[in-house]
């Protein structure tokens, strides 16, 4: 399928590995040209190398913690009208909400809820402006089925849905539309340390515990990057215009509701 994307400029952030790098590869296969951002900056300058290498497209890659205003205007700089944007930042570290103190709350909703609103707030506008934008933020499952030791994630990230909830009926009609990607257990670094962290807690081995996460999933295994990034460039691609507000869930089946 041809999403029509060629020559589109976006912004992913978290990008250097895991789910961003997926999205950025797969809009990048579309011929989209990226500025991609991440904190270290080695591993982002691969990812950037990687992707012109592989795709042809202008890669821009810009180091910086998305989640600081300094960092925000960098990014912003380098492509200030974009006219995609993937929100995307690491999720706060799993524990008990006993130890979690004032400082803790406050960074996790700086990372997992503020700044996704804020860099939807420096582009939002001159998307209308142009007719044209699609802006994905990648959340967690977590939103939709709350996991224990990730209660800092699942309050912030469910900020940001509420959020979004409200702000996607509005600009769907200038074909501005805002979604949230729902991530269940994927083959990231990312899910690799919270199996170990949920191991620890019980006194097993990950590999255990990553077993029996493996087999209590309906498709009996975890997801690919890969298929993460195709949804996502599917829904940056005029096919999806009519799809806004939406929190699509990608967990192989783990989530065992109806609706």
């Known amino acids: 399928m041809n999403l029509n994307l060629h020559g589109r400029k976006a912004i992913v952030c978290g990008a250097s590995k895991g789910l961003g790098r997926a999205c950025a590869l797969a809009l990048a296969e579309e011929g989209v040209d990226l500025v991609i951002n991440a904190r270290n900056a080695d591993a982002l300058q691969h990812t950037a ?32 009208a974009p006219d995609i944007l993937v929100t995307n930042a690491g999720g706060p570290p799993p524990g008990d ?11 996790a909703l700086n990372a997992n809820m503020l ?20 802006i994905v933020n990648v959340t967690s499952s977590a939103v939709k089925a709350p996991i224990s030791i990730l209660g800092l994630s699942n309050g912030a990230r469910s900020g940001l849905t509420g959020f979004v909830a409200g702000l996607a009926r509005e600009t769907v009609a200038r074909n501005v539309t805002i979604n949230n990607l729902l991530p269940g257990s994927f083959e990231t670094e990312r899910f690799t340390s919270t199996v170990e962290s949920y191991a620890k807690k019980l006194g097993v081995g990950a590999d255990q515990v990553r077993q029996q996460q493996m087999q ?8 690919d990057p890969a298929e993460f990034g195709a949804l996502c460039a599917f829904l940056c691609g005029t096919q999806a215009g009519f799809i806004t507000g939406q929190n699509l869930l990608l967990d192989g089946g783990a989530y065992p509701g109806t609706f």
């Open 216 to 223: 209590a999933t309906p498709a009996k295994r975890f997801g």
């Open 97 to 107: 909400f006993r130890n979690w103190d004032e400082r803790a709350w406050h960074d």
């Open 49 to 80: 190398d990687e992707i012109r290498t592989r795709t042809g497209v202008a890669v821009h890659a810009i180091a910086a913690d998305i989640t600081t205003e300094a960092g925000r205007a960098a990014v912003l700089a380098a492509c200030p």
């Open 115 to 134: 700044t996704p609103i804020f860099l939807i707030k420096a582009v939002v506008d001159g998307m209308l402006e142009r007719g044209f934008g699609r």
